[in-house]
T-cell receptor, first 116, second 112 residues
Framework: NAGVMQNPRHLVRRRGQEARLRCSPM?????VYWYRQLPEEGLKFMVY????????ESGMPKERFSAEFPKEGPSILRIQQVVRGDSAAYFC??????????????FGSGTRLTVV | DQQVKQNSPSLSVQEGRISILNCDYT??????FLWYKKYPAEGPTFLIS?????DKNEDGRFTVFLNKSAKHLSLHIVPSQPGDSAVYFC???????????FGKGTKLSVKP
């Protein structure tokens, strides 16, 4: 049973380009969470999605960031017009149901985005 | 405003001794707490959790203690092993919400 798969593992983008980060949840998991870890910081919640729905995007920056989890295929975190401050590790987690207490979730290995 | 605080960025312990990692929180609505372990270039791995209705949870070498009145929890690892060397994150959640609030982490080094 494969774990949460994130790709690419490393992504380098020039300022102003777009970054697309992909997350394939564990088999049977329909809930996906994205977190960002800035250098020397803890993980910060960005967005929570179910298939075809955004449940909670309270942690998403208002501009340039978007996320989707289509009926088929991986969840995508998209960052438009990247800036140096977007350089971070982006982690995805998945769970079979809502609520960390009842279901827990599993993290992927992350995508390290570097903006040059 | 940090709702979950890990005030010690690092901790060094001798192999075989006890490691105690501390975590404080400010939001009294938090009712579920977790500890994650993270190695470099990997995602966090779940270690142990505790519900606010308990004050202790034990799993092998790992024990988590919760003091609700002090809004404080701690993770005890005994005996510590070199393989325990990693960054440990404390996290909290509220109700049925799925998102976690993380502390900044404590880097544990266990020396042989």
């Amino acid at each position: 049973n494969a774990g949460v798969m994130q790709n690419p593992r490393h992504l380098v983008r020039r300022r102003g380009q777009e970054a697309r980060l992909r997350c394939s949840p564990m088999k049977g998991h329909s809930h996906v969470y994205w977190y960002r870890q800035l250098p020397e910081e803890g993980l910060k919640f960005m967005v929570y999605l179910q298939k075809e729905n955004i449940i909670d995007e309270s942690g998403m920056p208002k501009e340039r960031f978007s996320a989707e989890f289509p009926k088929e295929g991986p969840s995508i975190l998209r960052i438009q017009q990247v800036v140096r401050g977007d350089s971070a590790a982006y982690f995805c987690a998945s769970s079979p149901g809502p609520g960390i207490y009842n279901y827990g979730y599993t993290f992927g290995s992350g995508t390290r985005l570097t903006v040059v | 405003d940090q709702q979950v605080k890990q005030n010690s960025p690092s901790l060094s312990v001798q192999e075989g001794r006890i490691s105690i990692l501390n975590c404080d929180y400010t939001n009294s609505m938090f009712d579920y707490f977790l500890w994650y372990k993270k190695y470099p270039a990997e995602g966090p791995t779940f270690l142990i959790s505790i519900s606010s209705i308990k004050d202790k949870n034990e799993d092998g070498r790992f024990t988590v203690f919760l003091n609700k009145s002090a809004k404080h929890l701690s993770l005890h690892i005994v005996p510590s092993q070199p393989g325990d060397s990693a960054v440990y994150f404390c996290a909290a959640s509220r109700g049925s919400q799925g998102n976690l609030i993380f502390g900044k982490g404590t880097k544990l080094s266990v020396k042989p």
